[in-house]
């Protein structure tokens, strides 16, 4: 059975920092591009950042330098370090994974292995 249990949102102030993490089990991990995407209410989810099995990134516009991801293979663990956290970051946060697919390359809800998703809120 495959799961991806995310962790470390909450409440943050503006410029604040949080960093997610996405646990996966039932996978070869290491095989795998982890990618996070957020969603608010009404809108679709978009990809927030992505890192592949060869540990190439991709970021969402509205992220680069602000946001890095990382992987840890040994640990089956992929972390998103959110820094300067804004208002508009608030969402919920999604953990998803997808073999055979280059970081650059956003997927949709119908594919790969999704989380449950965690609250992130920045706001004073």
């Known amino acids: 059975q495959v799961q991806l249990v995310e962790s470390g949102g909450g409440l943050v102030q503006p410029g604040g920092s949080l960093r997610l993490s996405c646990a996966a089990s039932?996978?070869?991990?290491?095989?795998?591009?982890i990618g996070w995407y957020r969603q608010t209410p009404g809108n679709q989810r978009d990809l927030v950042a992505a890192?592949?099995?060869?540990?190439?990134?991709n970021y969402a516009d509205s992220v680069k330098g602000r946001f890095s991801i990382s992987r840890d293979n040994a640990g089956s663990t992929v972390y998103l370090q959110m820094n300067n956290l804004q208002p508009e970051d608030t969402a919920v946060y999604y953990c998803?994974?997808?073999?055979?697919?280059?970081?650059?390359?956003?997927?949709?809800?119908?594919?790969?292995?999704w989380g449950q998703g965690t609250q992130v809120n920045v706001r004073s």
């Open positions: 039932g996978i070869s991990f290491r095989f795998y591009t």
């Open positions: 890192i592949d099995r060869g540990f190439s990134t």
């Open positions: 998803t994974a997808k073999t055979l697919n280059p970081a650059n390359r956003p997927w949709s809800t119908g594919e790969g292995y």
